[in-house]
């Protein structure tokens, strides 16, 4: 990292002072000063609780298979910045995030913008710039007042809905809905993954009330899931024996929805070929995510209760018991209701606090997991943490590290050699 790179991303770092300021007028102010390129772009538009990273992984690799450059922004990144801001599925080089970031700087010191508001607006003009026709962009928080709802897409995505970020985005299944439903434009289709009936209600009723087409996993679009594979079926397109590297039948969902995106976007005129679907799904990676490491090191960003229960799930069907669970979490999240579904798989924890401002003290996750009967240590550092773990286990016990993605990211730091690119597509 030089030092022109560094400093840059310091001043970027810098706006996060300014917290989350969910609203459109500051975002709207600086896309008008640099030239509104999301008005050059076609977008896809992703919101959703869990599963929009893969989603929206999945559907760059279908446009990559297909030759199709397109634009990929999600967040958060692991390692660099540069992974949140990719052309063909390739990051954006370092020296070009300088370059933005001197050229928006003056415009966001006068409009005081966050940190995501200001990425959001450098992802665009990048884009726009390297001459994408399509765009693929993840929401960062909720959808109604997320900062990449300035723009106008083409297509909209749902993935799973469930209770995270309550201070922002509300109490139940149904309030988050009402936010996330809030991406949806008169007469933009969306495509919705399966959802609660409560979330469906809703979206349902945003649908109508917008007179756009709403279509829904399990109506119209369909999967079959077995371990390791599943096939995908919608109207005239039928692919079987699917075989994605991406571990879990959960992510089964997340690349259908996908694909169900690519069935619709083909349909509307662009040569997705069958060939490409497949390819595109059976390539994607997005590590952190159920990742195996080397030495029975399993890595998940599980951050939030329904995260959680997916990962109790695939834990159950290996048939994991007794594993040693590195966990830290940051305070806005369910700390409790995580812990109640991981517990049951653990022998011992190891709490420690993500490389984040405000997090779970670690003692607090210690104490939930003693009053469950299993045995727990508070570790300074995830370094720490991590150090203890690999001390206490046996050879072919397995090392779970979940809890927040940022805790992720810090212990795969220290376990794999570092790089500059972190690669989606195998």
């Known amino acids: 990292m030089d030092d022109s790179y560094r400093a840059s991303l310091d001043y970027l770092y810098s706006l996060q002072l300014f917290g989350i300021k969910l609203g459109l007028q500051n975002i709207r102010e600086l896309l008008a000063r640099i030239g509104n390129p999301q008005q050059q772009l076609r977008i896809v538009h992703i919101a959703g609780t869990n599963g929009k990273g893969s989603t ?5 690799n279908i446009f990559e298979a297909a030759g199709i450059p397109a634009g990929l922004y999600s967040s958060p990144h692991l390692h660099s910045f540069t992974e949140r ?4 599925t390739r990051q954006i080089d370092e020296a070009e995030v300088v370059a933005l970031i001197e050229e928006l700087r003056p415009h966001a010191e006068e409009l005081r913008t966050t940190f995501f508001e200001f990425t ?3 992802a665009l003009l990048h884009f ?7 765009v693929i962009l993840e929401v960062g928080l909720g959808g109604r007042l997320d900062a990449t709802n300035a723009v106008t897409p083409e297509l909209c ?3 799973p809905i469930a209770r995270d970020h309550s201070l922002y985005l509300g109490n139940s299944p149904a309030e988050v809905a009402a936010e996330k439903a809030g991406i949806f434009k008169p007469g933009v289709p969306v495509i919705s993954a399966r959802q609660t009936p409560d979330v469906l209600q809703v979206l349902r009723a945003q649908a109508a009330e917008l007179q756009l087409p709403l279509q829904v996993a399990g109506e119209a679009y369909h999967w079959q899931s077995a371990e390791g594979q599943f096939s995908f079926c919608a109207e005239d397109v039928e692919l079987a024996d699917l075989r994605p590297k991406l571990v879990g039948v959960h992510q089964h969902q997340n690349l259908a929805l996908a694909l169900a995106a690519a069935v619709a976007l083909r349909k509307a005129g662009l040569e997705l070929p069958d060939a490409a679907l497949r390819q595109g799904v059976e390539r994607v990676r997005w590590p952190g995510r159920l990742e195996w490491l080397a030495d029975d090191v399993l890595l998940d960003g599980a951050h939030n209760p329904a995260g959680a229960q997916v990962l109790a799930d695939h834990l159950a069907r290996l048939g994991l018991k007794k594993l040693h669970l590195l966990v830290g979490m940051k305070a806005d999240k369910q700390a409790d209701e995580i812990l109640k579904l991981l517990l049951p798989f653990a022998a ?4 420690t606090r993500p490389p984040v401002d405000d997090a779970v003290d670690p003692a607090a996750l210690v104490a939930l997991a003693r009053s469950s009967g299993v045995s727990a240590t508070v570790c300074e550092s995830p370094e720490s943490a991590l150090a203890a773990a690999f001390q206490a286990r046996r050879p072919g016990e397995v090392l779970l590290v979940a809890g927040s993605l940022f ?3 810090e212990v795969r730091g220290l376990l794999l050699p570092a790089g500059g690119c972190l690669s989606i597509s195998d």
């Open 56 to 60: 929206a992984a999945a559907l760059a």
């Open 407 to 409: 805790l992720v990211a």
């Open 128 to 134: 726009q710039r390297s001459g994408v026709p399509w």
């Open 120 to 122: 959001t607006a450098l």
């Open 157 to 159: 995505l749902i993935t």
């Open 85 to 88: 801001i990719r052309v063909a």
């Open 348 to 351: 011992h924890l190891y709490a």
